[in-house]
């Protein structure tokens, strides 16, 4: 049987962490950590996040603000709110939280944050600091995975880690920090022939392809560590991850549940990386 990896105490653990950090920086620098968030039009899923990131900076101890726009926002109103929280010492990190509304160039907008206030880092400064491994910001989602393993007394040095999924958000820089972190990387998406073949190599598993249950368990070797970056709804509207829990877990040494797993780590490591932020501010 499989140890679950338990994502909702490690990002709890961590958030203590982070408050006891920020009660320093206060008392020692007069600095509170100040995060911003953008959100454009009424995409219900984008308002949860939304709301969840507010809600991680009061627990924390951070300041925020929220800026909820209408729909038809101009890619110009945009980018002067983003120049504006560019130049705000209170804000030391700026997040346009994904996807805008199609009218809107999300590359141009991305460009536009100053990229020491990126703490979603995507902006391709950042994205290119990962690269050569001199970073100040790690992704996310990526950063929650890497610490979910490091917690677990999982090291991935010399294992084969096979990522399936090639998005810039999650696959492509969670393929990044895996190699970083010594591990001999795959990565594998929906042009890979025979994907069962390829992710039974793997030792470490990481799947985020946004697809049902489409990791079974004939698809993995015994023994292996299975992160599930997925959260897609079933045909009941309950949340499930891309992996089948019932036919994997059985075979494997741990595995992320869905929910309870990679999902709680995200909003705590943007957390972490507004800390870093203002930890940093004023400073190269
Ligand atoms: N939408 C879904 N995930 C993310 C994320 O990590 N950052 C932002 N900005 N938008 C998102």
């Not at 709301?51 to 101890?61: D, Q």
């Not at 992320?256 to 940093?280: H, K, S, Y």
């Amino acid at each position: 049987m499989a140890q679950l990896i338990n994502g909702k105490q490690i990002s709890a653990d961590m958030r203590a962490e982070m408050a006891e950090e920020c009660r320093k920086l206060q008392a020692e620098k007069g600095i509170t950590p100040g995060l911003a968030v953008i959100i454009v039009g009424e995409d219900p899923a984008s308002q949860v996040y939304v709301r969840n990131k507010k809600k991680a900076c009061e627990e924390i101890g951070f300041y925020s603000e929220t800026y909820e726009l209408p729909a038809e926002t101009s890619q110009k109103q945009l980018e002067g709110l983003v120049d504006e929280l560019n130049a705000n010492p209170k804000i030391h990190g700026i997040l346009v939280q994904l996807p805008l509304p199609a009218h809107l160039d999300s590359n141009a907008i991305l460009l536009h944050i100053d990229p020491k206030k990126d703490v979603d880092a995507f902006h391709p400064t950042n994205v290119g600091h990962i690269m050569i491994g001199d970073y100040t910001f790690l992704p996310c989602t990526p950063a929650g995975v890497m610490e979910l393993l490091k917690r677990s007394g999982v090291s991935v040095s010399g294992k084969n880690c096979v990522v399936v999924g090639r998005s810039n958000i999650v696959g492509k820089p969670q393929a990044m920090l895996l190699l970083q972190a010594n591990g001999t990387v795959t990565i594998a998406h929906s042009k890979t022939p025979d994907l069962g073949a390829v992710t039974r190599t793997a030792d470490v598993l990481v799947v985020a392809v946004g697809r049902a249950g489409m990791i079974t368990g004939d698809m993995v070797k015994e023994g292996a560590v299975v992160i599930d970056v997925g959260m897609n709804r079933n045909a009941e509207g309950k949340l499930c991850g891309d992996v089948d829990f019932a036919s994997v877990e059985p075979k494997v040494s741990f595995i992320t549940p869905v929910p309870g797993g990679v999902g709680p780590m995200t909003i705590t490591m943007l957390m972490r990386n507004t800390l870093t932020a203002a930890e940093r501010y004023g400073k190269n």
